[in-house]
Every structure is written in structure tokens, then in C-alpha cells.
């Protein structure tokens, strides 16, 4: 009996960039039991008990799995590109298609095992940076695994599959115009001819790329408004967080000429289908997803006006033939934060980004993008309730007439170090008896 076990070197986390490079160490054992070993004993250890396995490859392979209707011609380049494939393809094929694949790497040829021999083997990879992350949506899934394949003499292909987790780093169209220097002084400091310069990587320039553009505070002012007048002002501090942050606002409602009862807000994540085929399919989509506004409400922002989104009702969202010209695929709602901010002059919004989402990314198929979803709902009564003449204290109305209103900000998600998040590795191991 063979024992593989695999166990990625990087023990903390399970989680890659793309572009980065998977370790992995890869062993091979004949386990040998207790009457086993007796038996090899009176055999003195003989050829006979020896474990024979032809070869043994590591690759690695990312799958897609989708509900939607791949046209014709994606049918016929997946057949032509079947053509010359070998039958470790049809092994390794799990429940979808493989869109990415790296080449196999050979691990050894003709491995004799004696009882209790272990032998240990190093794989290692550079995540394809085309490649999508890992995700998993209502219509589609992305998902990476790392493919040990091996084959005893005259026995059918065995495979080991360890999963991992990508976070898609966004590629730098002209990376050599992005000044990165290891140090911040390094052009003030002289130079030294003995010293080796130290050349950066693609993948350095876009981590150093991506923490300017998190980093970078843009505050943004929104009016909010709606046809009874002014409700408040809404201040976003910066458009673009990593996974694990905390997206921190204002909500600023002096002079207000409309109340605000209570608002909440949540971060949605929205699957929008590309293809017109799939476009159609999502305009046919349960009404669940977008919240009608009861008011005609309309949000308009003073200073940026691209990030604008006015709110408006599910009917008046639709044209004259009844099609949405804007459809907004299928909702996730990941956090949502609430507040009674009834009679409040100001106050914060502070919606925290699990590590466990998936950042902002476009394929072919599908484009995920995020957005705050934000209520209010608001009241013409400005005076809260009346002079109790017996105590002389504020007496609530049994009635309070409301309105609401929504509106959609969106934002952009990037993502963290993969060291930053901690989702600790387990050994895979497979037995071939």
C-alpha cells in the first residue's frame, strides 16, 4: 500500500495572489502494517514486497462551473482544443471546465519503494496571472486545486487534489512608468558599485501599486434629497478599500428640512452576467433584489458626479418595452449595519469587509463589482411628538408618517496580502491499496 500526502510549504495560509508562487511538498510511503511486517521479515525483504510506481506529475488546473449557456462557438474551440490532450485529462477532470492550466511537472519515473521507505518530493508553481480568483456566485464558480497524479505498473491513474484560494491582483498595463523603490531614500542615497542592485518583480510593482490606491484619501460629498427637500449629506472618505477593512462614512443631517427616521446600510455584491444571452436572462430575475422607493426619491451628489446613483422606483426603472436597460444580476448582501438617528445632528457608518469575499474582477462570463446599499427612511414631522402638560416631559405620537428611499454607492474592492489572512493548511493524503 501507497500512502501521497501533500502539504502546501506555506502553513498560515492556504491563499495566493495571482502571480505568486505555490510550494508544495509531496511524499511517498509504503505503508507497511503489523502482520505486513511479519510477512516481509520471513521474506528478508525480497524484490517481491518492493512498491513499483511508473510516474508521478503536479500541475495546477482552474475550473468554472456555470449555469449559463456556452454558445456554439465556445463548443467548437473546446473541441479543438481536446485535440492532442492525453488521458490524464480525463482523470483530473472535475465537476466543471478547465479554463486554466499550467504545464505538468514530473515528479520521477520508475520509484521503487522498500517496506517503510518515504520519499519526499518539492513542487512549485507561479499562479497564471490571466487566470480569474476564486470565487463562488449564484451562476458561476471559480475554483483552483493542485493536481498530483501518479500510476502504479499495469494500474489505472490516481490522483491527489489539494484546493487553494486566489486573489486576483490587478495587472499593471506599463508597469516600467511606476517608480518602486525599496527604500524611500534610495535615489537621495550614494551609490555603491560592489552592491548588487536588486531586481523588482511584476508582482512587487502591483502590490506596491495596489497599497497607493487603497491608501490614497479622496473624501467625496453626496446631497441627499429627496421631493419634500433636504434630508442630509453623506461623506465618503475613500472609494477603494482591501479585504479585511472597515469602509468608514459620515452622515451629517443639520439644516435637514426632512428627518431622517432611521437608515442602514449594507455591502451588496453584485454577479453581473456580460454576454446578451445571459444579459436576457438576468433582466427576468425576481424583483426581490432591488428595493422600490415609495417617494420617487432622488439622490443627487454635488462634487462627483460619475459615482452618482439616483434611486428610483422598480416601474419607472423599466422603458417602454418593459425590459430593464440596466439589470442588476443576482444580490448578495455580505454586512449590514443600523441606526436610529432620529433627531441626530451627525453621525458615522462604519460597514466592515470580511476576508472571506471575493475583490471586485471582470472575465468573459461574469463581472462582480460592490456597492452600498443605503435606506433612509425619512419623516415630514419635525417636532418629535408633543409637551406632556401632567409631567411635563415629550410624549411619542402613536403614528409616525414615513417615507423611504434607497440608494445604490458603488465602491471597489481590491485584495489583501494573502499573509494578512490566516487560514491554516491540513495534509492531503490519498491510499493506493
Known amino acids: 500500500m501507497i500512502e501521497i500526502k501533500a502539504k502546501l510549504v506555506r502553513a498560515d495560509s492556504a491563499i495566493y495572489a495571482t502571480g505568486e508562487r505555490i510550494e508544495c511538498l509531496i511524499e511517498f510511503t509504503h505503508k507497511v502494517f503489523t502482520e505486513e511486517a511479519e510477512q516481509v521479515r520471513s521474506r528478508n525483504a525480497n524484490e517481491s514486497s518492493l512498491e513499483n510506481l511508473a510516474w508521478a506529475s503536479a500541475q495546477l488546473h482552474c475550473y468554472r462551473k456555470t449555469s449559463y449557456s456556452i454558445s456554439s462557438v465556445d463548443k467548437t474551440s473546446e473541441l479543438t482544443e481536446l485535440i492532442g ?13 478547465v479554463i486554466v492550466a499550467t504545464k505538468p511537472k514530473i515528479l ?61 491582483i490587478p495587472i499593471i498595463a506599463r508597469p516600467e512608468e511606476l517608480h518602486v523603490t525599496v ?32 491608501a490614497r484619501r479622496a473624501p467625496k460629498f453626496y446631497r441627499i434629497s429627496n421631493k419634500h427637500g433636504f434630508v442630509g449629506r453623506f461623506c465618503l472618505f475613500k472609494p477603494a478599500y482591501k479585504l479585511g477593512e472597515d469602509i468608514v462614512g459620515s452622515l451629517d443631517f443639520d439644516q435637514c428640512q426632512v428627518r431622517c427616521v432611521q437608515f442602514s446600510v449594507k455591502l451588496q455584491q453584485q454577479e453581473l452576467p456580460l454576454r446578451p444571452q445571459l444579459e436576457h436572462q438576468s433582466s427576468t430575475a425576481d424583483d426581490s433584489t432591488s428595493v422600490s422607493s415609495f417617494d420617487m426619491a432622488s439622490i443627487a451628489s454635488g462634487i462627483a458626479v460619475d459615482n452618482l446613483h439616483k434611486s428610483s422606483t422598480s416601474g419607472s426603472n423599466r422603458d417602454k418595452d418593459g425590459q430593464l436597460p440596466n439589470p442588476s444580476g443576482k ?46 427612511v425619512t419623516s415630514t414631522m419635525m417636532d418629535f411628538g408633543r409637551p406632556n402638560p401632567e409631567s411635563g416631559e415629550l410624549k411619542a405620537p402613536a403614528e409616525l408618517p414615513v417615507e423611504t428611499m434607497v440608494w445604490n454607492l458603488p465602491v471597489t474592492i481590491y485584495a489583501a496580502n494573502p499573509l494578512q489572512i490566516y487560514a491554516p493548511t491540513q495534509t492531503f493524503n490519498l491510499l493506493i491499496k
Open 108 to 168: 520521477f519515473c520508475d520509484l521503487k519503494l522498500q517496506p517503510g521507505e518515504t520519499k519526499m518530493y518539492y513542487f512549485n508553481e507561479f499562479v497564471p496571472r490571466e487566470g480569474p480568483p476564486t470565487y463562488r456566485g449564484h451562476d458561476i464558480r471559480y475554483f483552483y486545486k493542485i493536481t498530483i497524479a501518479t500510476q502504479r505498473v499495469k494500474s489505472k491513474v490516481q490522483t491527489l487534489t489539494v484546493p487553494i484560494r486566489v486573489l486576483p
Open 85 to 97: 490532450r492525453t488521458a490524464l485529462d480525463a482523470v483530473t477532470q472535475a465537476p466543471g471546465e
Open 183 to 214: 527604500e524611500t531614500n534610495e535615489e537621495l542615497a550614494p551609490t555603491n558599485p560592489f552592491l548588487e542592485k536588486r531586481e523588482i518583480s511584476e508582482l512587487e510593482i502591483s502590490w506596491h501599486h495596489l497599497k497607493n490606491v487603497t
Open 331 to 376: 444580490v448578495s448582501t455580505i454586512s449590514t449595519t443600523h441606526q436610529v438617528c432620529y433627531a441626530t445632528s451627525q453621525t458615522q457608518v462604519v460597514v466592515p469587509i470580511p476576508l472571506h469575499v471575493t475583490p471586485t474582477f471582470r472575465t468573459d462570463l461574469v463581472d462582480v463589482k460592490w456597492r452600498l446599499h443605503f435606506e433612509f
